[in-house]
Structures are given as C-alpha cells and as structure tokens.
C-alpha cells in the first residue's frame, strides 16, 4: 500500500468517504412489525422443531464460501434495504444490476472459449473452425514451456512442447498462430498468465500487428499479466522476486495503456487462484486488493486515475453453489465502485466500473461419468450470465482428460449459444434483483470480501502478504479442509463420491494430440537462430539487462527484443540473472 494511504485500511476509507445521507429503507416500519409478527406465527405454529433448530444450514459445495444460509428469506432478512443505495439501476451508481443500462439486450455476452494445442499451425485451424461456428472471441492458451518461459528445445521443456496449450517460441510462431485472422474485426485474450510472461509474449504479438500493417490503435483484447499467477499459482521451478514481479506488471501496464489504448492491460485473476484451491470471498478479495495495490503505484508514478481504471478487468471462477455464484459477481461490482469513487476518487464512471470474463470451473470437472460435467458447466455458465458476466468461456466436458476435442469444443459453445439464444434470460436486466435470497446473500458477501481484504491490508499489503507467505497459509488451509471434505463423503460429487453408478458408461472420445510437434518446434528455433542478426539480438538483450537494472520501464525494451526474433527463454534469462531467483513460502 502506499505512503497515501499507509495508516487506514480500505475499510477505513470507505467508512470515513462514503456519503452520510441517512438511509431510505424500500420496506416501511409498520409493514415490517406486522410481517415479523405473522413470521413468528408461521414459525410456530408451521416449522417443525427440528427445522427451527437448523434454521441455518451451510452449503458444502467445491470451492463455496461456507455462508449459513437461512431456510427461507423474507424482507426481515435485509430489513434496512435501500433501493438507490444498495440496487439503483443497471447502468447508474452502485453497479449492483449491471454496468450497462440494457445489458444484453445491447449487446450479447462475447463467447470466447480456450483454444490452445501443438503447434502453431494446429492451433491457428482450431481458431478458425470456432470463429467459422459462432464463436465472438478468441481465447488462446499456451503450453507449459510456454507458459514457464522456456524454449522449446530447453531441456526443461522435454515432453511438454505443444501439450496442454500451443508452444510459442519466438514472432515467428504468433505469425503463424493468427495467419489469415482478422485482427482488426475479433477480440483476443491472450493467455500470458505472468507479468514476466506479458513482457514476453505480448510484445511478440505487438510486432506481429505492426509487421502486417495493423496499428495498434485498432487491437482489441488483452492479457493477464497478474502476479498472482506467477508468485502464488505458479507452479515452475523458477520465480523472480515478488517486488520486481509487481512492478513488471505495472510497466506492463504503463505501455499498453498509452501505446495500445484499446486493450485490457491486466486480467485481474481471481480464477486461477480459486481453480489452485481457495474460497469464493479469497477469490475475490485478493484480486482486488491487488487491483488497489497496482492502481496507488500507477498514481504514484504520475497517472490520473481515471487514464488507467476504465481497462482494468477481472477474471472470475463460477462454480456450483449456484445463487452464491450469481450474488458474488453483483457484490464485488457493488464494493469495486465504492472504492474507484471514495477511495480513489475516480470522476469517470466507466472508471468504476468492474468488468469480467467469467469460465466455469476446471475443477470441479471429474473423470467418472463425463458427461455429468457438461450439466455442471452449464448451471455455472447461467449462473454467470445473471451475475452480469461480460464475457463466458465454457469448460468442455471431456476436459477433466485433456484439451478438448473439436466436438467437445463446440458442444461448449452451443452451450453459450443455447443460453443466449433459446431461454429468454437474457431478454430482463438483473433478472434475480429484488430477491429476498440474493439481495441478503450479495450484502453478505460484500461483508466478507471487504472483511478479507482488509485483513491483507492490515498484514502490509497485496506484495508484502505474498512474500511473508500469508496468501499462501489461506489457500494451504482451504484446500486441505476441502479435500477431507470431499474423502469423507461431506462435500458430494455426483458420480465421484456419491450416486456412483454399478454401470461402465460409455467411453468418450478423447482428444490425441498432433505427433511430431516437439521436433518441428525445435527445427524451427534452430533455423531462426541460424537466420536472425544474432549482434542485434546481444545488443537487446544487454539493453532489457540495464533497464532491469536501472528501474527503467522494461516494455519498449522487450519491444526491441522481440523484433530483433529474441526467443522467450533468452529473455526469461536477463530476468533471472538481473532481478535473482526467489523462492516461495510454499518451498521453504
């Protein structure tokens, strides 16, 4: 946290900001006596004993926030409700029923599902075939050297090359992943994960654009670049320093906000954390408090804050507690606007903001029964949509196996397609707003998210919880009370450890990736670094080394490398050589 703001916590701010205009409650007093009286009647007179006595009861669900919920919700649940203050309209302060007035009546949800496999080539015909069906973005996911900034011919990557996502050594291979796609006319997320891995990859793609003739005022998108994934989710063998991670991820953001201004410059990542094993509030509470944390340095180096928080973005996890899942997303958007305005003092309402991309959750897939997860995904999916989600990815069934089949793929987007097109839910705006249930389940949950981060605040901060390891010691806690949980039959998975069927299903057909890959890729990186100025690329490589150094922003350096055909591991190198290697709490 900065100097700014070292002494109070969020909380703090909010409590000492936030309007003291007295509260107009939507329910009279009158009408509420009278309603408590016939309540208590009802109680007595119809609730058996033992239901009075579990009044509350505690969803066990995978991943869920263990909220008591009531049995059943009235206006007493939420007595002092004020419309404009807690609802308003969608559109209008506080955010709570949508960030735009129509929502998807204006404008449909952009389904971008995951494509990433083998080699370039593979994965650039897989784009296609989803964007020939129907699909409105592009989501493109990388393999694991990829992933962990290496080449493919490192000896760390053995095995791995073109697995679980597309491999991308150098400009040559994002040339060929977009060959012959529209760049001005599709979204794109990039998958990038890391902000050592932004300053990579994204600079690649960047060069791409620019060597085809496509400015970049007219990309539209965005990457990840979230520290998080590379210091608490991350699971390679190598990690920089969590204070130079953190500030990559801000240089990152400092370039791409003022050179490619349509582009979302950070994913703010709440997935990834909660799919490695923490609660639905965690979730949350740490991707904002970072979004806080990035936001005081970007003012501190000099930006408007309203210059960098209308392309902020989040990434949520909708998983199976279904109400919980669609009241989360309308209490975050609530607390998020409350801190742009009173504690940050944004005046552009767009800066308040809380955009999302939402994907169903990976880990509840499982192999037994399949089929089931296809069932699974698509509840979470709706629940995603009338939480308010801008942007959907849904998990294929068969990925609980492996990437998806191409069948597999475009039964997820039909899944979206079916959502938008045949049930109507998208034709009313909030259309769960008002209910008992879920205006008291949203006002709970901003509780406790705003409760947790104040927590983190109160340990010194987003960076300083993830160097003392305090991050860490939450998900480590989480997980494990979970997997006793589901080892004890508490916590049911249908067809896992509960309803398990006597009968072999069917089998399924599942994906057999391309042959060959490794080899081709390492040909490939021989033949460029046979073909390329290899003097130009010293000369940017020891130009990124000093910038580390010297604190200068690192993205135009890594801009240099990229069109001088630097490879991904050669630039992972300067890192580590110029900032050290740190080690996380979880491997001490």
Known sequence: MSN???DRTTREILKENLPESPRVPLYNPEALSIMKKR???????SVKDADRAAWQKTPCTILGSDIPREMLYTPLSNMDMD???DLGYPGQEPFTRGIHANMYRGKDFTMRQLTGFGSPEDTNARMKFMLDHGATGLNVLF????????????PMSEGQVGMSGVCIDSVEDVAILFRDIALEEVTVSIVTHYPSNTAILFPMFLVMAEERGIPWNKLRGSVQNDMTLEEIVRSGPEYIPPR??????????EFIRTNVPKWNFITLNGYNLREFGTSAVTEMAVAVVNGMETLEELTGRGHDVDSVADRLAFFWSPASDFFEEIARLRAVRRL???IMKYRFKARNPRSCWMRCHAQTSGVTLVQQEPLNNIIRAAYQALAAVLGGAQSLHVDSYDEAYSVPTEEAALLSLRTQQILQSETGITDVVDPLGGSFYIEALTGELEKRILDEIDEIERAGGYVASVEKGEIHKRITGYFTDQQRKIEEGQLKIVGYNAYRSQVEPPPINVFRYPEGV????KKRLEELRLRRDNNSVEAALKALADACRKGKNIFPFTLDCARARCTEGELFKVFKEAFGVWKPPSMW
């Open 39 to 45: 309540f208590d009647d009802w109680m007595k007179s």
């Open 336 to 338: 998020w606007y409350k």
């Open 244 to 253: 130079d991670c953190f500030r990559i991820q801000c240089d990152n953001i």
């Open 143 to 154: 393999d694991l050297p990829t992933i962990q900034m290496y080449d493919s011919d490192d």
């Open 83 to 85: 419309y404009g203050l």
């Open 518 to 521: 490794e080899l081709k890729q």
């Open 4 to 6: 700014k703001h070292r």
